[in-house]
């Protein structure tokens, strides 16, 4: 009973220790007000130090699957990666079972501040796996989730979701989520239909609405591409803090308020990656982020990039495009009117990527003529000869050589349009040869087919056991093995059978005893074996004396 007694002691001790609300956002983060969303294959060790290297307050880790979280040792070695110096952090998990959630939050809530759920994830593997966005209408299973793991954690629970089309519906649902204990709520200003190319502007109205109907701290998330932007979103909405997620990646500098140049943060990265590793399709992700712009204009370094095994291959892409750069800039000094483009900056300053509007895409397509079809191309001069895979590479690329130097001039098969096999005695291909010499009863050598030979001597090889048969049917004799009738091997055995009583009669006739014949002959038969072997010996004894001598 005192047992029982005592961990209710320690679970309240625990819970006056574990800040809320308010408190957990002053004292425990700070007071942060930029955020660095989590980001699958994105937010790893590497990139947040960078991102809190140029402003970053608080970071969030990659999203994790708690099930698999929580099965596998060697994901949760590999996934969850962190420093001293990587403080304050938030881990977000996906879920769709509490028991399963709470074990997941366990393993980390030592080393992170607080534990995040996954309520935005609008991707199709999140449909697939039931989790993210698509359990917005489970209200009692997110309320079971949220409110045992802050029953149960050292750390408060957080959430990140997305809106309804339905205003009252979205505050609503903040509602229940603080109700349930979730002591922190991002809201991400897009619906669970708005991703893609038709992801379109967040709406920071609804925002601004759940933030006022809601006693705990609120992120906004959605629409920030410059510091300004941060700036303008906590006055509209009143927001505690602001989160990016593309901004960031495309400038990892953006909560500094300055754009520096792509090959900068490029360099900051790689070293980072070379302190905290972590996968190379990551690092190779965030440089292609970076490059972006950059890479419309250097397409070769684009393929330097894709083709790399190591990050040394990623930094000499960047010694590259650095000197290239470096180059424009001299000249856009001098003629600044030769690098006007639609961006904002020049293509070598770290900027965001704007997607464009599909509405305007859509027009721009039906603008542009038709495209002839690939039959009339495959009857052009130039494409005489070519498979239409040949002729598909040539037209996506048409310095492209499809031709080794060394090709040799292979004979076709009189039958098909295939290569002939070079030592086939009828010109053929495999195909073709088989199905003439088994049409045929023919042997062919190039392709080791035998059938007529085959064929000649099993014909010879019952045509001779015949011949054995009758001649041994006129004769009388059996084949030892052969087979025969029941009625033919009944009469031989009587003949034989016959043959040794006249034998035995004759013998007795004589007055001899057949076993005493039998002992005699055996006598003899050694006796003669004996001086066989006697003579023998006699041989090789003179023969090896002669050789000694």
């Known amino acids: ?130 989790y993210g966005a698509f359990l917005e209408d489970e209200w009692d299973l997110l309320k079971k989730m949220v409110t045992l793991c802050h029953q149960k954690l050292k750390v408060p629970i957080t959430c990140k979701i997305r809106v309804f089309e339905s205003k009252e519906k979205t505050v609503l649902y903040a509602q229940m989520l603080e109700k349930a204990g979730c002591q922190l709520l991002t809201v991400h200003g897009r619906t669970k239909e708005q991703k893609g190319r038709f992801t379109g502007l967040a709406d920071w109205d609804i925002i601004k609405l759940v933030r006022e109907s809601v006693s705990i701290p609120v992120f906004a998330n959605g629409n920030i591409q410059y510091l300004a932007d941060v700036e303008r979103c906590i006055d509209q909405t009143g927001v505690q803090g602001v989160m990016s997620a593309e901004g960031n990646l495309h400038n990892p500098a953006l909560f500094t308020g300055d754009s520096p140049p792509v090959w900068k943060m490029a360099e900051d990265y790689l070293e980072l990656a070379e302190k905290y590793p972590c996968p190379l399709s990551y690092a190779r992700g965030h440089i292609f982020k970076m490059f972006h712009h950059s890479l419309n204009v250097h397409l070769d370094i684009r393929e330097l990039i894709a083709v790399g095994r190591s990050l040394e291959c990623f930094r000499l892409a960047t010694l590259k495009l650095k000197e290239r750069c470096l180059a424009d800039a001299e000249k856009f000094k001098e003629k600044p009117e030769l690098f006007q483009s639609e961006l904002p900056f020049p293509y070598w300053i770290c900027q965001p990527y704007v997607r464009p509007d599909p509405n305007e895409v859509d027009k721009n397509k039906e603008k542009k003529t ?117 009625n033919e091997r009944e009469s031989t055995q009587g003949i034989n059978r016959e043959n040794e009583e006249d034998r035995l009669a004759d013998v007795n006739t004589q007055g001899e005893n057949p076993m005493e014949l039998d002992s005699n002959e055996v006598q003899s038969d050694s006796t003669n074996s004996l001086q066989m072997f006697n003579s023998h010996t006699l041989i090789e004894d003179t023969s090896f004396k002669e050789g000694m001598s």
């Not at 004292?27 to 290297?53: F, G, H």
């Not at 239409?388 to 349009?417: G, H, S």
């Open 1 to 130: 009973m005192w047992k029982m007694e005592e961990r209710q002691q320690e679970e309240e001790i625990q819970e006056e220790k574990k800040l809320s609300g308010f408190d957990f956002w002053r004292k425990t983060l700070n007071s942060a007000k930029y955020v660095v969303a989590p980001m699958v294959d994105a937010s790893e060790l590497a990139w947040r130090m960078l991102s809190r290297k140029y402003g970053a307050q608080l970071c969030y880790t990659p999203m994790f699957h708690s099930s698999v979280f929580v099965r596998d040792p060697n994901y949760r070695k590999e996934a969850m990666q962190t420093c001293p110096e990587d403080r304050p952090l938030i881990v977000q998990f996906c879920a769709n079972d509490p028991d399963t959630f709470l074990r997941a939050a366990q393993y980390v809530e030592d080393i992170c501040d607080a534990v995040d759920l996954n309520l935005g994830c609008p991707q199709t593997i999140a449909k697939r796996g039931h």
């Open 370 to 486: 038709v495209k002839r079809p690939l039959e009339e191309k495959l009857q052009a001069p130039e494409f005489a000869g070519l498979s239409k895979n040949k002729v598909k590479r040539l037209l996506r690329n048409p310095f492209k050589k499809l031709t080794r130097d060394t090709e040799e001039n292979y004979e076709k098969c009189v039958a098909c349009q295939n290569i002939r096999g070079r030592k086939c005695s009828y010109m053929m291909c495999k195909n073709c040869c088989k199905e003439k010499t088994f049409r045929e009863v023919l042997d062919c050598k190039g392709h080791r087919i035998v059938l007529r030979t085959k064929t000649s001597s099993k014909v010879a090889f019952d045509q001779k056991k015949k011949e054995m048969e009758d001649r041994n049917e006129d004769s009388g004799e059996v084949i030892l093995g052969s087979r025969c009738p029941d």
